[in-house]
């Protein structure tokens, strides 16, 4: 088993990618465009396309904006795999890191062989809606969160020890 080194991480990534990559498969085959189908008083599914970054940030520029983020995605992915493979011992760190990297490879597929993002997942309250997302960016934010958590959780160590090393 890979328990011990760095590839470990890069198996959590591709169970990210493929879960991504099936979920948005089964939600384009099922759904067109706009179209919602309700699950819950406060979630949907919607199938929508996203041209732009997050809260579809960008999404409404000319089309400079593809190959700017599949440039960034693409960069932070090989910065994600230099840090992954550095600093493997660290599980909360490298964890966090290989959730973050699913995501980013799950969404840059999608730029790249779509020219989009698909995005599905719909919650709101009352009138309104989160902007749509999908199982990449569920991943990017929790490994995020992971990363917050552990980078306060180290600070909060190192000012109990007055800064030596943890």
Known sequence: MLSHNWQRWFVISALVIVLDQVTKYWVSQSLAPGAGVPVMPFFNLVLT????????????????????????????????????????????????????????????????????VVDFLDFYIKAYHWPAFNVADSAITCGAALLIWDGLRLNKAKQKTGGAKV
């Open 49 to 116: 396309y996203n041209t732009g970054a997050a809260f579809s940030f960008l999404s409404q520029a000319s089309g400079w904006q593809r190959g700017f983020f599949i440039l960034i995605a693409a960069l932070a992915s090989l910065l994600i795999i230099y840090f992954i493979r550095r600093y493997h011992q660290e599980k909360r760190f490298s964890f966090g890191l290989s959730l973050i990297l699913g995501g980013a490879v799950g969404n840059l597929w999608d730029r790249i062989v779509l020219g989009h």
